[in-house]
């Protein structure tokens, strides 16, 4: 009999904050919108994920300006069969003799006028972390949201796509 090995990528919300400021991720409260995006309201942020054809869309929506000093760090604990490496666009997992893979993709972190930067994720077992450099995020105007895209991939960079819906 062959055995069928569990390939998996299990992703919390687990620290958001800066230097000075109490920045566990606890709940507060978990509803879905109009639309079926997830809200959970960690405090200092509101966290969302909502399907796209592109991916899964993880975000952070900061209404105003995190307390604290320095840069901002949102630190995801992840699970994963396996770490493949990183790539421009983002972090890599999946499964040994598969070419099946997910992508944790380069963030972005968009300003209430629009203005945008990337934010890049670091990998080390067991944590993804995102961080906004201070000088952006007192740059910004409030609201401001950080949001990378999780989505399936046939090998490192190369995405599968949903289908469109067709009006």
């Known amino acids: 009999a062959r055995s069928i090995e569990r390939c998996a990528l299990d992703l919390g919300t687990r620290r958001i904050g800066r230097s000075g400021a109490n920045d566990l991720a606890g709940l507060r409260d978990v509803r879905l ?7 959970l309201d960690r405090g200092t942020a509101q966290e969302s994920l909502r399907n796209e054809t592109s991916g899964l869309e993880q975000s952070w ?9 320095g840069d901002l760090l949102v630190r995801v604990s992840v699970t994963a069969s396996s770490f ?5 666009g983002g972090l890599h997992f999946g499964c040994a003799g598969s070419s ?7 963030a972005t972190w968009i300003d ?9 994720a ?34 490192i960079d190369a995405p599968v796509h949903g289908q469109e819906e067709q009006s």
């Open 122 to 155: 670091r990998y080390t077992p067991g944590e993804i972390a995102l961080r906004v450099p201070a000088a952006i995020v007192d740059g910004s105007t409030y609201p401001a949201v950080l949001d990378p895209i999780i989505s399936p991939e046939i090998g």
């Open 112 to 120: 209430a006028r629009g203005r945008s930067a990337p934010v890049g």
């Open 33 to 39: 919108d109009e639309q079926g995006t997830l809200i």
């Open 61 to 69: 929506r900061f209404a105003r300006r995190p307390k604290g000093s």
């Open 100 to 106: 099946l893979a997910v992508r944790y993709g380069v």
């Open 84 to 88: 493949l490496g990183s790539s421009d």
